[in-house]
């Protein structure tokens, strides 16, 4: 069966295409950040705060790890409204994925400071360091160099993970993709299109992760 490639159709579309990519960056970047931070936060808390934060947190963490991020989207976006708090897709696809993000960081983050050596903590606590000290000079560095390489493949996965949210109608790369399919009947040719773009992406993001591996590490001893 023959079939006659046409790209004609979906390069004519290519600024949209290109706006959808643009979204999916924004809202990447924007749960990289978030689960970064709140995952760095929960790991901690599990780390040093008690019993009670870790149960409460390792929890948490169960929950997201093992539900569909899917679900996950559909009770942010269409479960809330139930209870009053009606969000927009952007802003929904955003807490979905911040949400799921978070969770992964906080474990990745976890395993890097139950892989600094004990003997170092006792020894700064014997120093009389306070926890705060602790963690920020003795803890932190060596945990996220540690889990840096593992950070990077997981941020790269929120980054594909973000396809989902087209589900609830937010409109990044794939979610213009399939209007662009309906409009041209040219699915081969946008699927292959919108594949490109998410390697250019992903590829893009580990050259950013080697590069800020290299200069945050390096400038504090790791070469």
């Known amino acids: 069966?023959?079939?006659?490639?046409?790209?004609?159709?979906?390069?004519?579309?290519?600024?949209?295409?290109?706006?959808?990519?643009?979204?999916?960056?924004?809202?990447?970047?924007?749960?990289?950040?978030?689960?970064?931070?709140?995952?760095?936060?929960?790991?901690?808390?599990?780390?040093?705060?008690?019993?009670?934060?870790?149960?409460?947190?390792g929890a948490y963490v169960e929950v997201i790890r093992n539900t569909p991020f899917l679900i996950q989207l559909f009770l942010i976006y269409f479960g809330l409204p139930s209870i009053g708090i009606s969000l927009d897709p952007v802003t929904a696809a955003l807490i979905g994925m911040s949400v799921n993000c978070a969770a992964y960081t906080t474990e990745i983050i976890r395993s890097g400071i139950m892989a600094v050596p004990r003997g170092q903590i006792e020894a700064a606590r014997a120093l009389a360091f306070s926890t705060a000290d602790i963690i920020r000079h003795i803890v932190?560095?060596?945990?996220?160099?540690?889990?840096?390489?593992?950070?990077?493949?997981?941020?790269?996965?929120?980054?594909?993970?973000?396809?989902?949210?087209?589900?609830?109608?937010?409109?990044?790369?794939?979610?213009?993709?399939?209007?662009?399919?309906?409009?041209?009947?040219?699915?081969?040719?946008?699927?292959i299109v919108v594949t490109l773009i998410y390697l250019v992406i992903a590829f893009a993001l580990k050259l950013l992760f080697a590069w800020a591996d290299v200069a945050w590490f390096a400038r504090r001893g790791r070469l």
């Open 140 to 191: 932190l560095f060596p945990a996220l160099r540690v889990a840096a390489p593992a950070l990077g493949s997981q941020f790269i996965l929120v980054m594909l993970g973000s396809s989902v949210v087209s589900t609830v109608s937010a409109e990044e790369l794939t979610a213009v993709g399939h209007v662009l399919e309906t409009e041209t009947f040219r699915p081969f040719e946008v699927y």
């Open 1 to 57: 069966m023959e079939y006659t490639f046409q790209f004609g159709t979906v390069f004519a579309s290519f600024g949209l295409l290109a706006k959808g990519a643009w979204l999916t960056v924004q809202l990447s970047i924007a749960a990289m950040v978030a689960g970064l931070v709140f995952g760095t936060l929960f790991a901690v808390l599990r780390a040093f705060a008690g019993r009670w934060a870790d149960r409460i947190i």
